[in-house]
Antibody
């Protein structure tokens, strides 16, 4: 069974850059789409981006100018970078795997990592 | 920007039935939106319940079912149990290829 584990800084200063990684174990990153989702404290889930193992990606329009995703198949991990963060970016960040046939839903989730912008 | 709407909260009696809906601020939700549904207990990651409108994820009890009702996606819990008390989120795929989560519905079983 695939396992996903987010890793990140815990705290980032306003206007700085947030970098998160998601390590995939128990399965290959190849052949799948992967996603980033966040949840501000006490609020709902927000879809951030997807990335295919080939590198194809897309983003929520409100974050597109500040977000970048990448994939490293040699390390079986993928990453999210968010630039110029503000307090509004404080959230639990989840990584997740899209299912197959159709690849339009999340079938596996990481536990999430809290990032505080302060 | 497209908004996906859900009822803020529902209360259901044990053994009762509740239907949550998921709509689009612009247009209709349909099977082409590939609705999926997630259950989340506070402090935990979401759990996938339903995908592709009405396919239950592995291990999900058959009291959870998905459908399209009119212009909205729907999640029905039939025979609600105490441990169904959670937050429920839908996710839709937009025509542009990106995804949007609904605002979430808090279900209380009492």
């Amino acid at each position: 069974q695939v396992r996903l584990q987010e890793s990140g800084p815990g705290q980032v200063k306003p206007s700085e850059t947030l970098s998160l990684s998601c390590s995939v174990s128990g399965g290959s990153i190849s052949g799948y789409y992967w996603g980033w989702i966040r949840q501000p404290p006490g609020k709902g889930l927000e879809w951030i981006a997807y990335i295919h193992y080939s590198g194809n990606s897309d983003y929520d329009p409100s974050l597109k100018s500040r977000a970048t995703t990448s994939v490293d198949t040699s390390k079986n991990q993928f990453s999210l970078t968010l630039y110029s963060v503000t307090a509004a970016d404080t959230a639990v960040y989840f990584c997740a795997r899209y299912g197959l046939d159709p690849g339009t839903y999340f079938d596996s989730w990481g536990q999430g990592t809290l990032v505080t912008v302060s | 920007q497209t908004v996906v709407t859900q009822e803020p909260s529902f209360s259901v009696s044990p053994g009762g039935t509740v239907t949550l809906t998921c709509g689009l601020s612009s247009g209709s939700a349909s099977s082409s939106s590939y609705p999926s549904w997630y259950q989340q207990v506070p402090g935990q990651p979401p759990r996938t319940l339903i995908y592709n409108t009405n396919t239950r994820s592995s291990g999900v009890p058959d009291r959870f079912s998905g459908s399209i009702l009119g212009i909205k996606a729907a999640l029905t819990i039939t025979g609600a149990q105490a441990d169904d008390e959670s937050d429920y989120y839908c996710m839709l795929r937009l025509s542009s290829g990106i995804y949007v989560f609904g605002s979430g519905t808090k279900v209380t079983v009492l």
